[in-house]
C-alpha cells in the first residue's frame, strides 16, 4: 500500500474525538425532524403549528450547520531530527510545494540542529542555516514566517500565507528543559501557540529521553512538558488549554521485544502491522489516560531511524567496543512521530446521564467547531543527511472563522517614489490591543518575516485611535526604495506579536534618483544610454 495516495484518513473534532459523536448528531436531527412531523399532525391551530414548526426547523438546521464548517485550511507538518547536519539545497520535496489543494500553513520541527556553543552564538545574532533555507524556499511562494523559537537544538518554525497574517494573533513561544536534571537544553519541548481565525491551537515539538529502556522516562518528560509550560493568556494558560494540540518530534519510542532479524524481515516484506503492538508509544497509550487523548494515523511507513547516512541502509555498524561498552546495531524504530489531540468536553455525571448527554450535545456545543482530517502520514526517504528521516504530515483544518475582517486596515495614499515623502492611512476596524508601540512596515511582495521590512514607520503617538478613525502617516523620501517594485504595507501589533493589516500589494515608481545615481541605465529615445 503506498501511504501517499491509500492511508485512511483519521479525522477528528472539536466537540468529541469520539467516533460515536456523528451517529449521535444524526440521532438527534431525526429526532428534531420527529418533532415537526408530531407537531403538524397534532397542532389544531394553523398558526400555532406554523410557528412550532418555524422553531422545530429552526433547531434542525442550527444543529445541521455546526456540524458544517465553512471553511478548510491545509496545514503541513514535518519533524526531522537532522543529527547536527546542514541543510540540504532543495527541501521541495519535504514540503511538497507543487501538491493540491495549496498549503495555508507550513510547522517544521527539528531536533538536533547544530548548537556547539559558537554555531549556536552565531545563530542567535542572526537566523540559522535551516531557518534560511525554508525562508528562502517558502517566501517566493507568498508564504511569510509566523514565528520561531529554538532551544539549543530544538526548532520550532510556523509559516503562513500572506493572507492568513491579520488572522493569526496572540503568538507566543516558550520552552522546557528536560535534559540532564532539566538544566540542560538538549532534550525537551518548545511550542508556539496562537489563535486562527479565533481558534485556539498549539503546536509542540519534542525532543524526549533515548534509548529502548526508558519508555516510562519518555512519558514522564512528556506529562511534565505538558504541566510545565504556560502561557500568558487567561484562557488557555497551558497547553490542554488549547482547541487543538499538535504533538510532535523525535518522541524516541522503540519497537520492544523484537529481535533485529524479525525486525528487518518484516520491514523489507511491507508486513509493518507485526510491529505496531510491539511500538511502545502505542503500548504507552494503552495504559495512560492522558496519552489517550492524543491521535496519531497508522504507522503505514517504514520506521525513520536508524539510517546509515546518505543511504536508505538501516544501521550497519560493525560491533566494536570502547572503554568496555558493547557497541550494537540500532533496531530501527518509530521514533520520529505526529499526534494531535482535541480538547476534550467536560463529562456528564452519572445521575441523570442520557438526559445531560443530550444537552450537551445540543445546546452545549461549540458554537465554532473544527474539524481536524489527517490527510497523510509519511516520511520522506530521499534525504539521507541525517540517521533519521523526515515524517511528514498533512491535515485539513475544516473550521468557522470567528471573525473574517482584519484589525486594522491599511493603504498606501497616491504615488510613491523616492523623489518625494509617500503617504499612507491606517484606520482600526475593530477593538484590540493597540499601542503607540505599534508601527508600519513597508515590505518588498515576497518578504520572508515580520523584520524583513525595507523602511518602517511609528503609528500616531500622541493617543490610540478611535474604531473607524482614519490616520494619516507619512514617510520620509529618503527612506523609500530608489528602484520601486511590487510592495505591500503591514500593520505589526507590539501585543499581539503580529502582522494585524496587510494593504493591497502597489507598485514603487523608479525614481529619478536612481538614475542619476547610476543605478539603472537612462531611457533616451527608448535607447538605454
Sequence with gaps: MDPLTDSPRVRSDSMSSSASQGSRTKTLLRQRLSQLLTCVEDMSSDDEASEEVSRTLDEAFQLCGRFIPTDTFRLHMVTWNVATAEPPEDVTSLLQLDVQPTTDLYVIGLQEVNATPVKFISDLIAEDSWSHVFMDTLAPRGFVKVTSVRMQGLLLLVFAKQIHLPFIRNIQTTYTRTGIFGYWGNKGGVSVRFSF??????????????????????????????????????????????????????????????????????????????LWNKDQLIMMKKKEPFLQEFEEGPLDFKPTYKFDRNSDTYDTRAPKAWLGFNGKKRKPAWTDRILWRIKPKTLPSDDDEEEKASTSTVDGQDEFPILVTQDKYTSDMSYGISDHKPVIATFSLDLRKCFDTPPVHVSPVGVWSADQDALLTYTVQEDFMSSTWDWIGLYKVGFKSAADYETFVWVREDDLPEISEVIQRSVEKDKIPLLGGQYVLGYYSTNMQSITGLSASFQILESKRAVMEGLVPEDINGFNK
Excluded at 485556539?200 to 519534542?206: P, Q, R
Design 197 to 274: 481565525y479565533g481558534h485556539m491551537v498549539c503546536f509542540l515539538n519534542c525532543h524526549l529521553a533515548a534509548h529502548m529502556n526508558y519508555s516510562l522516562e519518555r512519558v514522564d518528560e512528556f506529562e511534565y512538558i505538558l504541566e510545565a509550560q504556560d502561557f500568558d493568556l487567561y484562557d488557555t494558560p497551558q497547553i490542554r488549554d488549547h482547541k487543538v494540540v499538535f504533538w510532535f518530534g523525535d518522541l524516541n519510542f522503540r519497537i520492544a521485544d523484537h529481535g533485529l532479524h524479525f525486525l528487518r524481515s518484516s520491514i523489507n516484506s511491507g508486513r509493518l502491522n507485526l
